[in-house]
């Protein structure tokens, strides 16, 4: 059974941090891009961050570069998010999704299709 469990978030203020955590299981990591997608009230679910489970290249949307972070330890299965200098906009659901690419980069900047997706944890930013 394929499973993305999803730990972290919660309430910050703004100018804090805040770690998501992402493990794995059912699939093999190293074939999959895994990272994060959000999704705030009334707007579309768009790519956050991610990271490629056989080379380790990373992505990151332009309104979270700087100030997230994100990396993967490949014994446990698992993707983290180090999310730092958090803003009020940043307050969305967040979600964990893989991606099957068979090994190589990772390829976020244009439409993307996930295979698998975690339930989602809400992060909210107040000012």
């Known amino acids: 059974e394929v499973q993305l469990v999803e730990s972290g978030g919660g309430s910050v203020q703004a100018g804090g941090s805040m770690r998501l955590s992402c493990t794995a299981s059912?699939?093999?990591?190293?074939?999959?891009?895994i990272g994060w997608f959000r999704q705030a009230p009334g707007k579309q679910r768009e790519a956050v961050s991610g990271?490629?489970?056989?080379?380790?290249?990373?992505y990151h949307s332009d309104s979270v570069k700087g100030r997230f972070t994100i990396s993967s330890d490949n014994a446990k299965n698992t993707v983290y998010l180090q999310m730092n200098s958090l803003k009020p906009e940043d307050t969305a659901a967040y979600y964990c999704?893989?991606?099957?690419?068979?090994?190589?980069?990772?390829?976020?900047?244009?439409?993307?299709?996930?295979?698998?997706w975690g339930e989602g944890t809400l992060i909210t930013v107040s000012s």
């Open positions: 999704g893989a991606e099957f690419i068979g090994g190589g980069p990772i390829q976020w900047a244009g439409p993307v299709i996930m295979d698998y």
């Open positions: 059912g699939f093999t990591f190293d074939n999959y891009a």
């Open positions: 990271i490629s489970g056989s080379d380790g290249s990373t």
